[in-house]
């Protein structure tokens, strides 16, 4: 892919969605056993119904709502990046940021959590980038990786088509490239 052309379009990677999508029922699924047959787990920390219960109920809410992320992914046919001489507009996760200005990024950092790349946008005004989430949930969730990564803006692996190495040397170079502009 060319970098001198405007805009790079990044596109959601469609079988990466389906199998997040898969993942999630299949975590629906057991979450709904743990409910339905809590007092069936008598082994170790399972061995609690109440705490089988309460796994389930957790895992049924959040994987749920992973689920009904995905299948919204699935149907949106936006790219889930796009750069361009003005900045990044993100669209890769069911939170998205929008539009983050070359002028608004302080730095670009990678993380790590378990097996799942994401990188980190680092902005100058996080708090704007938490007010442009409309739901509560959403802001819940964009105030949660501010607290953890130190910034409101990550950009997955597992949801764009598209080399995680290749995107993290592409977008700091269009950082670099872009950022005095």
């Known amino acids: 892919m060319k970098t001198s052309e405007y805009p ?8 990466k969605l389906v199998l997040l999508l898969i993942s999630a029922i299949a975590f629906v699924g057991i979450g709904i056993w743990f409910v339905a047959k809590p007092e069936s787990f008598k082994n170790g920390l399972l061995g609690n119904p109440t705490i089988v219960l309460s796994i389930g109920i957790l895992s049924i809410a959040v994987f749920g709502l ?8 699935l149907m ?11 900045g990044i507009t993100d669209n890769s996760t069911g939170v998205p940021a929008g539009h983050i200005p070359w002028s608004d990024i302080k730095e670009i950092k990678t ?3 378990l097996a799942q790349k994401f990188l980190v946008i680092m ?3 996080p708090e704007e980038y938490i007010k442009r989430q409309t739901s509560g949930a959403a802001k819940k969730g964009v105030e949660a990786n501010h607290k953890i ?9 597992s949801t764009l ?4 190495d290749e995107l993290e040397a592409l977008l700091k ?9």
Do not use: C, H, R, W
């Open 173 to 181: 170079s269009e950082f670099a490239k872009n950022k005095s502009i």
């Open 111 to 113: 993380n790590k959590v």
């Open 76 to 86: 949106d046919n936006a790219p889930g990046l796009i750069i361009d001489k003005t």
């Open 8 to 15: 790079i379009e990044i596109p959601l990677s469609k079988q």
């Open 123 to 125: 902005v100058t005004k």
């Open 161 to 164: 088509k598209y080399n995680f």
């Open 149 to 157: 990564t130190g910034s409101p803006v990550n950009i997955p692996s």
């Open 66 to 73: 992973a689920a009904f992320v995905m299948v919204k992914k």
